[in-house]
């Protein structure tokens, strides 16, 4: 039998794998979720003889149970292979008592490749499998590290077309040169007048617009999501957390069946939710640590059991995390309000209507795995800044987040739980915050004398996602009001 998912929501539409990626959202505008979370079949001892993908294929196939074993592998191929500059794929560090998971090995250099490698496979397999013969239109809302990743995940891709919108002014200046460089006749990269939250809300009016899907089916289009909202994306990212024991026990690190708590520096809740599925898959993980930068709505969220956005919107040095409405908590609540689509679409219907939502205090009790907290600004410069002056290692701003909030973990707990953090990018995409964490003086640098100078004083190579964009030229320069994403994207698509 295979494993379906439904809709977190009252229309309580149920599909299998294959259909769940290529709709991305569920029509009642719903998040898919497993009906069940399946065990891991194999040991630990047999999954720390493994390999990346291995690994990936033991995780994923219990998930896309409509995927033949042929199809899978050849996604799973296709998607960690050279692109990767390390074959190891996420390999781990250990700096000052923790272990940093770096996710950062792939095209564009930070965690989302680790998903967004794959999604394009897996999409235009689902394709085939499901008889689609429009083209799959992606449709994303980036705060900086999704937008390049999917644009290099689909770039060329045959029957596929990408249309990426960006917070113009929201983003890292490489993260912004990395999208409007992005080659490919079927990429398509909108800068708008507005922060992540409302380009997200916009992304999610064009999805849920009935007529416009008509309107866009006749002329040959559907369009899909490459957001961390797509089941498609929160499968392959369950694979880490399960490779990361795994090697953590082969390298003798930890004894059998000990215990590890995770570390996630948090934005839209997707990685961390992966971590939420492996510890339900029976990783022996112990507590998810959530870690906010100054947006720290989930930290609040955790400590009282209220989600509220009414808020004053933060741009920070961690960008992929300055977000207000984290998408995937909602597959959370769906679970802890015991699967329950009516209570949770009364709590989304709060949250779109006044911006907020309390939960039950049963519901509360279900957190317990949980530990929010969050780092400053001045607390995450200082992170980087030590951990370079002490062990030579140096991370970027969303990884020191989550360092940050380790170190007070650790602090008000006296937890000897050994730690996985989730190194979510490399520090050369965040080169002026994360080297003015160093030091002020390189403020009076150009971007690329920094990118050189981080080269040199971490004794890193320059990754040639960097090089890439050195003397890239724009290749997209369309900027809109957030009114106007829909009609950029129909005139996109038939112009
Ligand atoms: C997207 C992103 C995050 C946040 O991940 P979520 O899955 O949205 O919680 C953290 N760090 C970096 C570098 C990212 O790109």
Same mark, same amino acid.
């Given at each position: 039998?295979?494993?379906?998912?439904?809709?977190?929501?009252?229309?309580?539409?149920?599909?299998?794998?294959?259909?769940?990626?290529?709709?991305?959202?569920?029509?009642?505008?719903?998040?898919?979720?497993?009906?069940?979370?399946?065990?891991?079949?194999?040991?630990?001892?047999?999954?720390?003889?493994?390999?990346?993908?291995?690994?990936?294929?033991?995780?994923?196939?219990?998930?896309?149970?409509?995927?033949?074993?042929?199809?899978?592998?050849?996604?799973?191929?296709?998607?960690?292979?050279?692109?990767?500059?390390?074959?190891?794929?996420?390999?781990?560090?250990?700096?000052?008592?923790?272990?940093?998971?770096?996710?950062?090995?792939?095209?564009?250099?930070?965690?989302?490749?680790?998903?967004?490698?794959?999604?394009?496979?897996?999409?235009?397999?689902?394709?085939?499998?499901?008889?689609?013969?429009?083209?799959?239109?992606?449709?994303?809302?980036?705060?900086?590290?999704?937008?390049?990743?999917?644009?290099?995940?689909?770039?060329?891709?045959?029957?596929?077309?990408?249309?990426?919108?960006?917070?113009?002014?929201?983003?890292?200046?490489?993260?912004?040169?990395?999208?409007?460089?992005?080659?490919?006749?079927?990429?398509?990269?909108?800068?708008?007048?507005?922060?992540?939250?409302?380009?997200?809300?916009?992304?999610?009016?064009?999805?849920?617009?009935?007529?416009?899907?008509?309107?866009?089916?006749?002329?040959?289009?559907?369009?899909?999501?490459?957001?961390?909202?797509?089941?498609?994306?929160?499968?392959?990212?369950?694979?880490?957390?399960?490779?990361?024991?795994?090697?953590?026990?082969?390298?003798?690190?930890?004894?059998?069946?000990?215990?590890?708590?995770?570390?996630?520096?948090?934005?839209?809740?997707?990685?961390?939710?992966?971590?939420?599925?492996?510890?339900?898959?029976?990783?022996?993980?112990?507590?998810?640590?959530?870690?906010?930068?100054?947006?720290?709505?989930?930290?609040?969220?955790?400590?009282?059991?209220?989600?509220?956005?009414?808020?004053?919107?933060?741009?920070?040095?961690?960008?992929?995390?300055?977000?207000?409405?984290?998408?995937?908590?909602?597959?959370?609540?769906?679970?802890?309000?015991?699967? +329950?689509?009516?209570?949770?679409? !009364? &709590?989304? $219907?709060? =949250? @779109? #209507?006044? %911006?907020?939502?309390?939960?039950?205090?049963?519901?509360?009790?279900?957190?317990?795995?949980?530990?929010?907290?969050?780092?400053?600004?001045?607390?995450?410069?200082?992170?980087?800044?030590?951990?370079?002056?002490?062990?030579?290692?140096?991370?970027?701003?969303?990884?020191?987040?989550?360092?940050?909030?380790?170190?007070?973990?650790?602090?008000?707990?006296?937890?000897?739980?050994?730690?996985?953090?989730?190194?979510?990018?490399?520090?050369?995409?965040?080169?002026?915050?994360?080297?003015?964490?160093?030091?002020?003086?390189? +403020?009076?640098?150009?971007?690329? !004398? &920094?990118? $050189?100078? =981080? @080269? #040199?004083? %971490?004794?890193?190579?320059?990754?040639?996602?960097?090089?890439?964009?050195?003397?890239?030229?724009?290749?997209?320069?369309?900027?809109?009001?957030?009114?106007?994403?829909?009609?950029?994207?129909?005139?996109?698509?038939?112009?």
């Amino acid at each position: 039998m295979d494993l379906m998912y439904t809709s977190t929501r009252k229309g309580k539409e149920t599909v299998t794998a294959s259909q769940a990626i290529l709709k991305g959202l569920a029509s009642d505008g719903g998040l898919f979720v497993p009906t069940s979370i399946p065990k891991l079949d194999v040991t630990i001892d047999e999954l720390s003889k493994m390999d990346y993908k291995e690994t990936a294929y033991e995780v994923m196939k219990l998930f896309l149970t409509d995927f033949t074993e042929e199809e899978l592998k050849a996604c799973i191929d296709k998607a960690y292979d050279s692109k990767f500059d390390t074959e190891v794929i996420a390999p781990l560090v250990k700096a000052d008592g923790a272990y940093y998971l770096e996710l950062f090995h792939g095209a564009t250099i930070a965690f989302k490749d680790m998903a967004l490698s794959i999604l394009p496979h897996l999409l235009t397999t689902s394709a085939k499998k499901n008889n689609v013969k429009n083209d799959i239109v992606i449709l994303t809302a980036t705060s900086g590290d999704t937008g390049k990743a999917a644009l290099a995940g689909f770039a060329d891709v045959p029957n596929t077309k990408i249309i990426v919108f960006y917070p113009k002014g929201g983003v890292s200046p490489i993260q912004e040169k990395q999208m409007v460089t992005q080659k490919g006749d079927n990429t398509f990269v909108v800068g708008i007048k507005g922060n992540f939250d409302q380009a997200q809300s916009g992304v999610k009016a064009i999805f849920n617009n009935k007529e416009l899907a008509k309107e866009l089916d006749a002329k040959g289009f559907q369009f899909s999501s490459a957001n961390s909202i797509n089941i498609g994306r929160l499968v392959p990212q369950i694979v880490y957390y399960v490779y990361a024991y795994s090697k953590l026990y082969a390298e003798g690190e930890i004894a059998k069946d000990e215990k590890i708590n995770v570390v996630v520096p948090t934005g839209n809740f997707g990685n961390i939710l992966a971590a939420f599925y492996a510890k339900n898959m029976g990783m022996p993980i112990d507590k998810l640590i959530c870690a906010s930068n100054d947006n720290k709505v989930l930290y609040d969220f955790f400590e009282t059991g209220s989600y509220d956005k009414n808020r004053e919107f933060i741009l920070t040095t961690s960008p992929s995390m300055d977000i207000l409405i984290s998408s995937n908590l909602e597959r959370l609540i769906y679970r802890i309000a015991g699967s +329950d689509e009516v209570k949770n679409q !009364e &709590l989304m $219907d709060a =949250l @779109s #209507k006044d %911006g907020k939502y309390e939960i039950t205090d049963s519901m509360k009790k279900e957190l317990a795995d949980f530990y929010g907290n969050y780092t400053t600004e001045a607390e995450t410069a200082e992170v980087i800044r030590n951990l370079y002056k002490e062990t030579g290692y140096i991370i970027d701003t969303h990884t020191a987040v989550a360092a940050g909030v380790h170190k007070k973990y650790v602090a008000a707990t006296g937890d000897t739980n050994k730690s996985v953090i989730a190194s979510t990018a490399s520090p050369f995409k965040f080169t002026r915050s994360v080297m003015n964490a160093i030091d002020e003086k390189y +403020d009076a640098l150009s971007d690329f !004398e &920094l990118v $050189d100078e =981080l @080269s #040199k004083i %971490g004794n890193v190579d320059v990754p040639n996602a960097i090089e890439e964009i050195r003397n890239a030229n724009v290749l997209h320069n369309t900027v809109c009001e957030v009114a106007d994403m829909e009609k950029v994207v129909v005139d996109f698509l038939t112009k």
